[in-house]
């Protein structure tokens, strides 16, 4: 059914044959996977392989995975197939790594515009998940949190430019960082400085001071990004 993949972006090539099955009718829709054990003694790959893989499928549209049931084949994936860009295609070589530089600047720009266009509402809207992101110790929260600071400081720059970049490579920019960001955060020292980084953002927003909103990101995501690009998906 499914060849071993070699451990070269090994989660690349395992999306890549499962995208072709799904696109040659070999799986259909409403079709279930094989559970994540049998996929590692098919691809000959890592439990986190097929984990990440399994990921960037359901984040392209073309898998639904229901908890406590397995992954299936999403009825609605030729709709989604062509609101999304090919992952593979774009991850390929060095690319990954140029939708995080992107992503960088986005965010960077978009902090430095918010902080002079943000308003009192959207100050305490972030505020607010700055309070859950400096008291949660679990991943999952903080990995939905941090991505919704993040989505609503690009929002508040009020730059419709930026925002539509930024939203078109969400869904990517979460492929590339939500494993590694996970594991940053499991260390109890990493956390103290993610609550210093996310404090230094908000109180420059908070201020209306553009270079240190964009500075602050910078040192942020400067901190995040050396585990990102040390992880499976750059090596």
Do not use: W
């Amino acid at each position: 059914m499914f060849t071993p993949v070699k451990n070269t972006k090994v989660y690349e090539g395992i999306v890549d044959q499962i995208k072709e099955m799904i696109n040659n009718g070999t799986l259909g829709k409403g079709d279930r996977l094989p559970p994540e054990r049998e996929l590692v003694g098919m691809f000959k790959v890592s439990r986190a392989s097929i984990r990440e893989a399994l990921r960037s499928l359901e984040i392209l549209g073309l898998i639904e995975c229901k908890h406590g049931e397995g992954n299936f084949v999403n009825k609605d994936s030729e709709k989604d197939k062509k609101e999304l860009l090919s992952l593979v295609s774009i991850l390929e070589g060095s690319k990954a790594e140029e939708v995080l530089s992107l992503g960088k600047a986005i965010q960077e720009e978009a902090a430095s515009e918010a902080a002079g266009n943000i308003s009192h509402k959207q100050i305490l809207e972030i505020g607010f998940i700055l309070q859950i992101l400096k008291t949660t110790k679990d991943s999952e929260v903080y990995l939905k949190m941090d991505k919704e600071f993040l989505s609503k400081l690009v929002k508040a720059s009020s730059n419709s430019l930026l925002i539509n970049l930024y939203e078109s490579i969400s869904s990517l920019l979460d492929v590339i960082t939500r494993m590694p960001k996970k594991e940053v955060f499991v260390k109890e020292e990493n956390r103290l400085i993610l609550r210093v980084e996310y404090e230094s953002i908000y109180k420059a927003i908070s201020e209306h001071n553009p270079e240190a909103a964009a500075r602050a990101v910078r040192t942020h995501l400067e901190f995040v990004n050396q585990f990102i690009i040390k992880s499976e998906l750059f090596q």
